[in-house]
């Protein structure tokens, strides 16, 4: 069965440091999203993204997150200045269509620490 | 706004009972609901969701979930728990007047004891 899969696993950074999650989206999926979950929080929306750019994005998702799919395969989301409050596990997802009854099929994460 | 609520942090069952892990909403307009489940170190996965239709749902691994609208309930069930069953499970809406994007209940731990 298809899946979501997202590298690195677990990524350690300095704050100001700059990081890159990679995330490859189920081959025939259309939607793109980030999602993240701060350790013992509930998980919230970032960012959507369709037909190369962005469909929605959280008030979360500020100035400093970038999201991009710089080939076929890769969906990214880059942190240009990591903070400390950045640490947490981020969950790319996909989907055929962005439709409100359309399921999201979640990757594995990335959990980020900023020290 | 959207918003879900799971009332349980945490819920304990022996193997072989049946499990209820709760879930309420609030939406603006009509509700699209899902299950998902996370394993220790993987990804949230997709158990079953609610679109329209027959109130109760079948999803995977036995699970089913009940659609309430009276009282914007969305409670995952399974009719005999396993030990296998262990693991944090997120409850999800979206709503037709609203964006792309879940909104998540805050997780409840479900730990199934010999």
């Known amino acids: 069965e298809p899946e979501v899969t997202q590298t690195p696993s677990h990524q350690v950074t300095q704050m100001g440091q700059e990081v890159i999650l990679r995330c490859v989206p189920i081959?025939?999926?259309?939607?793109f999203y980030w999602y993240r979950q701060i350790l013992g929080q509930k998980v919230e929306f970032l960012v959507s993204?369709?037909?190369?750019?962005?469909?929605?994005k959280s008030e979360i998702f500020d100035d400093q997150f970038s999201v991009e799919r710089p080939d076929g395969s890769n969906f990214t989301l880059k942190i240009r200045s990591t903070k400390l409050e950045d640490s947490a596990m981020y969950f790319c997802?996909?989907?055929?269509?962005?439709?409100?009854?359309?399921?999201?099929?979640f990757g594995p994460g990335t959990r980020l620490l900023v020290l | 706004a959207q918003s879900v609520a799971q009332p349980e942090d945490q819920v304990n069952v022996a193997e072989g009972n049946p499990l209820t892990v709760k879930c309420t909403y609030s939406?603006?307009?009509?509700?699209?609901l899902f299950w998902y489940v996370q394993y220790p170190n993987r990804g949230l996965q997709f158990l079953l969701k609610?679109?329209?239709?027959?109130?109760l749902v079948k999803g995977s691994y036995g699970f089913e979930a009940e659609f309430n609208k009276s009282q914007t309930s969305f409670h995952l069930k399974k009719p005999s728990a396993l030990v296998s069953d262990s693991a944090l499970y997120f409850c999800?809406?979206?709503?037709?007047?609203?964006?792309?994007?879940?909104?998540f209940g805050p997780g409840t731990r479900l730990s199934v004891l010999p």
């Open positions: 999800a809406v979206r709503d037709n007047t609203y964006g792309q994007n879940f909104v």
């Open positions: 609610y679109i329209t239709g027959d109130n």
């Open positions: 081959s025939n999926h259309l939607y």
């Open positions: 997802a996909s989907s055929t269509q962005g439709a409100q009854g359309e399921t999201q099929y």
């Open positions: 993204f369709y037909n190369n750019e962005i469909s929605e």
């Open positions: 939406v603006s307009g009509n509700p699209y």
